[in-house]
C-alpha cells in the first residue's frame, strides 16, 4: 500500500495515495506498530500529502503525534527529533502560528549546533527558516509596529549572512578542510545541499529590500504640507510646484486630502517621508555571488540541472524586488544584470 501510495502521489493521484496511506498505517498502528521506523516513515510521507491536499490541520495534528513519538524514543538531542520538529514548524508558519514555529526552529538549532557545529550545513538550513520567519513577521507587524519590523528586519539580515558564510565555507573549503578524508560522492551531496541553501538565502536578500521598502511606505510622515489649489488645475491629470524644496534623502507622496474636495478646490497633502540608504552593496553582492555560480565550473552544473528551478526563482525574486529601487540605474549594476539576463537566456535556451 505504501509503495503504491508513492506511485500515485507521483502521478498527482493524490487523494488516492492519501487513503492508501491512511490505511498503511492503521494495519500498522493495529498491529502494535505505531511507533516503529517503518510507521514513522509512512507518517511522515501522509503528512507531506496532507499539505500538498491543503489539509493543513491534520497535517497539523500528525506531525504533531511524529515529534512526540521522537521525542519519547531519542529525546530532544537527536538530529531525528529535529528534522521532525522542522516539519512540524513549516506546517505552523502555513497555518499563521509563527511565533511557536519561531520557538521551535531555535530550539533545533541549539540541538544542532550542540550535535554537529556552528558551521554545519544542517544549522545553516535552520537559519534560513528563521530567516524566512522574520520576513513573515515582517508582513503581519507592518500596519502596526513599524519599529518591531525595522528588529525583524534586523534580525532577518543577520541570520541570512551567517547562511550564506556557512554554505560559502563549504563551497570554498579551507586547506585543512579539503585534507580531510570524504567520499566524492559525500562531497557532491554535500555541495549540492550548500548551493541549495546558498540560492534560498540569496533570495531572501531580495526578499529583505523589498521588506525595507515596504517599511518604509507605512512609515509614518516627517511633515505634511497642506496645499489648496483650483479643482480646474487637476482635471487635466498633472500640475507644477516650483516653490516647495524636498529635502535631501525624502520621499514625497500627493494624493488629495480626504473629505476636502469642494466644487471649485481640494486641498493635497504632501507627505515628507524620511529613509534610510538603501543597502544596493548587499544587493549588489547577492547577484554578483548568483552570476559567479553558474561561471564557476564546480557549481555550474548544479545550477544547470540539479538546481535549475531554483536557480531561475532566485534571480527573479533579486530583480524583482529592487526593480524600482533608486540604485538600479547605477552603470555598474546595469552591467551585472545584463550579464545575468544573458544567463537566464542561455538556461532558457538549454
Same mark, same amino acid.
Given at each position: 500500500?505504501?509503495?503504491?501510495? /508513492?506511485?500515485?502521489?507521483?502521478?498527482?493521484?493524490?487523494?488516492?495515495? =492519501?487513503?492508501?496511506?491512511?490505511?498503511?498505517?492503521?494495519?500498522?498502528?493495529?498491529?502494535?506498530?505505531? =511507533?516503529?521506523?517503518?510507521?514513522?516513515?509512512?507518517?511522515?510521507?501522509?503528512?507531506?500529502?496532507?499539505?500538498?491536499?491543503?489539509?493543513?490541520?491534520?497535517?497539523?495534528?500528525?506531525?504533531?503525534?511524529?515529534?512526540?513519538?521522537?521525542?519519547?524514543?531519542?529525546?530532544?538531542?537527536?538530529? &531525528?527529533?529535529?528534522?521532525?520538529?522542522?516539519?512540524?514548524?513549516? *506546517?505552523?508558519?502555513?497555518?499563521?502560528?509563527?511565533?511557536?514555529? $519561531?520557538?521551535?526552529?531555535?530550539?533545533?538549532?541549539?540541538?544542532?549546533?550542540?550535535?554537529?557545529?556552528?558551521?554545519?550545513?544542517?544549522? @545553516?538550513?535552520?537559519?534560513?527558516?528563521? @530567516?524566512?520567519?522574520?520576513?513573515?513577521?515582517?508582513?503581519?507587524?507592518?500596519?502596526?509596529?513599524?519599529?518591531?519590523?525595522?528588529?525583524?528586519?534586523?534580525?532577518?539580515? /543577520?541570520?541570512? !549572512? #551567517?547562511?550564506?558564510?556557512?554554505?560559502?565555507?563549504?563551497?570554498?573549503?579551507?586547506?585543512? #578542510?579539503?585534507?580531510?578524508?570524504?567520499?566524492?560522492?559525500?562531497?557532491?551531496? =554535500?555541495?549540492?545541499?550548500?548551493?541549495?541553501?546558498?540560492? $534560498?538565502?540569496? $533570495?531572501?536578500?531580495?526578499?529583505? #529590500?523589498?521588506?525595507?521598502?515596504?517599511?518604509?511606505?507605512?512609515?509614518?510622515?516627517?511633515?505634511?504640507?497642506?496645499?489648496?489649489?483650483?479643482? $480646474?488645475?487637476?482635471?487635466? &491629470?498633472?500640475?507644477?510646484? #516650483?516653490?516647495?524644496?524636498?529635502?535631501?534623502?525624502?520621499?514625497?507622496?500627493?494624493?488629495?486630502?480626504?473629505?476636502?474636495?469642494?466644487?471649485?478646490?481640494?486641498?493635497?497633502?504632501?507627505?515628507? !517621508?524620511?529613509?534610510?540608504?538603501?543597502?544596493?552593496?548587499?544587493?549588489?553582492?547577492?547577484?554578483?555571488?548568483?552570476?559567479?555560480?553558474?561561471?564557476?565550473?564546480? *557549481?555550474?552544473?548544479?545550477?544547470?540541472? @540539479?538546481?535549475?528551478?531554483?536557480?531561475?526563482?532566485?534571480?527573479?525574486?533579486?530583480? &524583482?524586488?529592487?526593480?524600482? @529601487?533608486?540604485?538600479?540605474?547605477?552603470?555598474?549594476?546595469?552591467?551585472?544584470?545584463?550579464?545575468?539576463?544573458?544567463?537566464?537566456?542561455?538556461?532558457?535556451?538549454?
Amino acid at each position: 500500500m505504501y509503495l503504491l501510495a /508513492r506511485v500515485l502521489s507521483q502521478q498527482r493521484k493524490r487523494k488516492d495515495a =492519501e487513503a492508501l496511506l491512511r490505511e498503511s498505517i492503521r494495519i500498522l498502528e493495529e498491529a502494535g506498530l505505531g =511507533e516503529s521506523p517503518a510507521c514513522l516513515q509512512r507518517m511522515m510521507f501522509h503528512s507531506m500529502e496532507l499539505m500538498n491536499l491543503k489539509q493543513l490541520d491534520e497535517a497539523e495534528n500528525l506531525r504533531r503525534k511524529i515529534l512526540h513519538i521522537m521525542e519519547l524514543s531519542k529525546g530532544w538531542d537527536s538530529l &531525528g527529533t529535529t528534522a521532525a520538529a522542522v516539519q512540524l514548524s513549516v *506546517t505552523l508558519v502555513a497555518l499563521g502560528k509563527l511565533r511557536e514555529s $519561531e520557538e521551535l526552529l531555535q530550539r533545533c538549532l541549539a540541538v544542532r549546533k550542540k550535535i554537529l557545529s556552528e558551521d554545519h550545513i544542517q544549522v @545553516a538550513s535552520i537559519l534560513v527558516h528563521l @530567516a524566512r520567519l522574520s520576513l513573515l513577521r515582517i508582513i503581519s507587524d507592518i500596519k502596526v509596529n513599524n519599529d518591531l519590523c525595522r528588529s525583524h528586519l534586523v534580525r532577518g539580515k /543577520r541570520l541570512v !549572512n #551567517d547562511a550564506i558564510r556557512i554554505a560559502e565555507k563549504i563551497l570554498n573549503p579551507s586547506r585543512e #578542510d579539503q585534507k580531510k578524508p570524504k567520499n566524492a560522492f559525500g562531497i557532491e551531496l =554535500e555541495r549540492i545541499a550548500a548551493t541549495g541553501i546558498l540560492l $534560498e538565502a540569496l $533570495e531572501i536578500v531580495g526578499h529583505l #529590500d523589498s521588506g525595507r521598502m515596504a517599511i518604509q511606505a507605512w512609515a509614518p510622515a516627517n511633515s505634511v504640507l497642506l496645499l489648496r489649489l483650483p479643482r $480646474e488645475h487637476m482635471k487635466h &491629470g498633472y500640475f507644477k510646484i #516650483d516653490v516647495v524644496r524636498i529635502p535631501d534623502k525624502c520621499w514625497l507622496f500627493i494624493w488629495p486630502a480626504k473629505y476636502r474636495i469642494s466644487l471649485r478646490y481640494t486641498t493635497l497633502r504632501i507627505h515628507f !517621508n524620511k529613509f534610510e540608504k538603501f543597502d544596493y552593496e548587499h544587493f549588489e553582492q547577492a547577484l554578483r555571488r548568483w552570476v559567479s555560480l553558474y561561471n564557476e565550473p564546480r *557549481t555550474r552544473n548544479i545550477v544547470s540541472n @540539479a538546481l535549475r528551478p531554483l536557480y531561475m526563482k532566485c534571480w527573479r525574486t533579486l530583480v &524583482g524586488a529592487t526593480r524600482h @529601487a533608486p540604485f538600479m540605474d547605477a552603470p555598474h549594476l546595469q552591467d551585472l544584470l545584463a550579464e545575468s539576463q544573458q544567463i537566464m537566456k542561455e538556461l532558457g535556451g538549454e
